[in-house]
């Protein structure tokens, strides 16, 4: 007979979390876990049900197999406590505890292993009512922070049916745009369809990407390719480890919407339709489409632009993968780009009209990429404003105007 109340505990000392394995009702699991799914519009970016032949029998195999009573192995959950919570975990000592915390936390808890497993517990439980009575055993990882949830994910899923290493970071999409939301300050977080309109204006998805091009510390990330990448795996692995996106990544997306509320202030264009291209998105492989520049907060409407600028940070603060810069280097580059940033920023801000237009250049730019090749546009792309932000950087953003960084 199963003991509800029992609670396995164990603190991770390496990425800083708690592990605690608690056993629920079939019934009280699919509860939590569909509260989240209602509240989210969905438990996102899971791999799809597998349609091969093969993987439909073994599915009905396992439904099958639960109603009979298998068990199976843990499912793994995750959740991002407050620091008052956090602090709580240590003194936890029943199972009951733990339940009642993750329940507070619902909304936001993240299915790290086992979307597959509750797809085949849903369906067992619609063909048995009895399945809700089974008990399974489900592991809380309970962290403080989003790298710690994204770790374990990564080594929770490694040697599994790929899913790509975008959708990876997406199963913990909310608490890392929440942590995101929290240390940068935004004029407006974009969800969904909502469209870029002025400059500190950013999708949620275009933030996940730029930190996934930060950990590899390099503008093409294809989104599509598998996470059976071993080196780019790795490499996120250690630097979330390493505590090196707390320190620096958010720094840097910080920089990043300062420098875009700084220019976009140029924005004196007689005649043009304000619903100009807004917040597009490029791709490695499909051209990007012509697009006006004829505002300051053009240039970082792209994917490609503000990849570029976190990329050539990342090098310059990280070191290239490979040859990692001591934390006290990294510490000290970072605080002086910083510095730098925020100087030019005031520039920008105390120049208008004309003189503005002499400093951005858009027309300038708008020639560079006029001659992007035929092929691989948005690949061209992303390493063109890297180069161009490079040049930014090693002058410590002390430039005369733009004109050097869209010459580069």
């Known amino acids: ?31 939590l876990a569909e509260k989240a799914y209602l509240n989210r519009g969905g438990i996102r970016h899971q791999r799809e049900a597998l349609k091969t032949t093969t993987a439909k029998r073994i599915r009905t195999r396992l439904v099958e197999d639960l109603k009979r009573g298998a068990v199976i192995p843990p499912l793994v959950i995750g959740i991002v406590a407050s620091y008052e919570d956090w602090l709580t975990i240590e003194g936890i000592s029943e199972a009951d505890q733990v339940k009642l915390l993750l329940r507070k936390y619902y909304e936001d808890l993240s299915i790290i292993d086992g979307m597959q497993r509750t797809t085949a517990l849903k369906e067992a439980l619609n063909l048995d009512e009895e399945v809700g009575s089974h008990v399974i055993r489900v592991e809380a990882w309970i962290a403080k922070g989003t790298e710690s949830l994204i770790y374990r994910m990564l080594v929770l899923n490694t040697g599994q049916v790929p899913w790509n290493l975008k959708q990876q970071l997406e199963v913990v999409y909310a608490p890392l745009v929440k942590t995101i939301d929290q240390k940068v300050n935004f004029r407006r977080l974009l969800q969904g369809p909502e469209r870029r309109w002025q400059g500190g204006e ?15 510390r390099r503008t093409e990330v294809d989104t599509q390719e598998s996470l059976a990448d071993e080196f780019s795996r790795l490499d996120i692995a250690d630097a979330l480890t390493n505590k090196k996106y707390d320190h620096y990544f958010y720094r840097v997306v910080q920089m990043l919407v300062d420098f875009d ?9 007689a005649n043009v339709d304000a619903a100009d291209i807004s917040d597009s998105s490029d791709s490695l492989e499909v051209g990007v489409k012509a697009r006006k520049l004829v505002r300051g907060r053009n240039i970082f409407d792209t994917q490609a632009a503000r990849v570029g600028f976190v990329v050539a940070c990342a090098v310059n603060i990280l070191g290239r993968v490979g040859m990692d810069k001591d934390e006290e280097v990294s510490e000290e580059r970072c605080s002086s780009l910083e510095k730098s940033c925020a100087a030019l920023v005031h520039k920008i801000n105390n120049l208008n009209g ?6 951005i250049l858009l027309d ?14 948005g690949r061209w792309e992303r390493s063109f404003f890297e180069a161009a932000f490079r040049v930014l950087i090693e002058e410590n953003f002390n430039v005369p105007n733009m004109e050097p960084c869209w010459r580069a």
């Open 1 to 31: 007979m199963s003991d509800k109340s029992y609670l396995s505990k164990i603190q991770d000392t390496r990425v800083d979390c708690w592990s605690a394995l608690v056993e629920f009702d079939v019934i009280d699991y699919l509860g």
């Open 202 to 216: 950013f999708k949620t998805d275009s933030l996940i990407e730029s930190y996934i091009a930060f950990g590899l």
């Open 261 to 269: 509320i700084a220019l976009s202030r140029y924005n004196e264009v």
């Open 354 to 359: 004309e003189d503005l237009e002499d400093f």
């Open 364 to 377: 300038v730019l708008a020639e560079k990429l006029s001659r992007k090749p035929s092929s691989a546009v």
